[in-house]
């Protein structure tokens, strides 16, 4: 990869533009994902706030660019950072140790771990620990149709999975409530086409009482119905439509086959916002390389990724252009780097507003 620096008008500037390529070379070693073949970091006259403004200005003119086309509400994909962000849910990690801790396992994650490779794969394993300690020790916790011999070992570990999650919820919305109100009411302002989600939590249905549909039953009905949260991985209100072990993820994944072609339109007429997913995820990363194939673009500009960090004191290039790769391609899309989301969705927000007049 090559590295180029734009003029630095300050020598002050230089450390934070040095700090800057870094930590986008280390994102790329964490699969990330940068353009390999060149690099472009841009200093303008950059002093602080100065430098802030300008980034949030930037972006507020590529959110603006995106409502010219055919329908200006939002879809939003929305994944486990934003539930974490502001119900402080435990992680999918902390999620399989509370259930080895409730089935008093002798074994912790690490040695699932050590075996499986990834989480995915040790919570299958984990699944028959659960199952086994279902017939024995925790006989009495679960529905007595569990157990009937026609379903699988697999929905006791659901079960468990669904209860400690829907607690945790409800335990934060009826003591302070969400963390960052200020986001949240700014988000609740937003024009919505869809929300889809890859959570099991109720986060949707608690703070805005929109009515959730999962899975491969769910519908894209038009906005006029109102606004539709689409559980591609299913509710804790159902745990068996929940996406936990591989077997689940080949049949309701955002890379099925009858899910993608729903979402192709979404992503060719509307603006498209992913909050609270990683840049490394491989789900999202194929989602947009195999949308721009289809689509038979190479950069879609309609595409917002909302990534956590702190705002760069630089611009990458001309324009908030990021490129993802997979083994099937590669495709750019629009990356906004902040640890404040509020003024994002007020973007959004301004620019529906501004599209409806």
Not at 220 to 232: D, L, P, T, Y
Not at 303 to 320: K, R, T
């Amino acid at each position: 990869m090559t590295v180029k620096y734009g003029t630095l008008r300050r020598h002050s500037s230089l450390d934070l533009c040095v700090q800057r390529a870094l930590r986008l070379l280390l994102l790329c070693d964490e699969g990330s994902l940068l353009n390999q073949d060149d690099l472009v970091i841009v200093h303008r006259h950059a002093s602080g706030d100065d430098t802030i403004s300008e980034y949030r200005n930037a972006i507020g003119r590529a959110i603006s660019h995106a409502a010219a086309i055919p329908d200006e509400k939002l879809v939003l994909f929305s994944g486990a950072g934003l539930s974490r962000r502001h119900l402080l849910l435990p992680s999918w990690y902390e999620l399989l140790e509370d259930v080895l801790d409730h089935i008093e396992s002798k074994c912790p994650l690490d040695f699932f771990l050590q075996r499986s490779g990834n989480l995915i794969d040790a919570a299958k394993d984990i699944s028959i620990a659960v199952h086994e300690w279902a017939w024995s020790e925790g006989k009495g916790e679960f529905p007595e149709e569990l157990y009937a011999g026609n379903l699988s070992h697999v929905n006791f570990l659901k079960h468990i999975v669904a209860g400690k999650v829907s607690s945790a919820t409800q335990k934060i919305n009826e003591s302070n409530g969400p963390a960052l109100p200020e986001e949240i009411a700014a988000l609740g302002n937003l024009e919505f086409e869809n929300i889809v989600t890859t959570n099991y939590d109720q986060f949707w249905e608690l703070l805005f009482g929109f009515s959730p549909t999962h899975g491969l039953d769910s519908t894209f009905r038009s906005s006029e119905a109102g606004v539709n949260v689409v559980k591609i991985h299913g509710c804790v209100t159902a745990p068996s439509s929940m996406v936990l072990l591989p077997e689940d993820y080949d049949n309701y994944s955002l890379r099925h086959k009858y899910i993608f072609s729903k979402l192709l339109v979404c992503f060719a007429e509307h603006p498209v916002l992913f909050v609270g997913y990683s840049l490394s995820d491989p789900d999202i990363i194929e989602l947009i390389v195999e949308t721009a194939k289809a689509l038979r673009k190479t950069y879609l500009e309609n595409v917002f990724v909302l990534s956590m960090g702190n705002e760069p004191e630089a611009l990458i290039g001309e324009s908030a252009r990021f490129n993802v790769l997979s083994g099937s391609g590669s495709a750019d899309v629009n990356l906004i780097e902040t640890s404040e989301f509020e003024w994002v969705y007020r973007a959004f927000s301004k620019t529906s507003r501004g599209a409806q007049q």
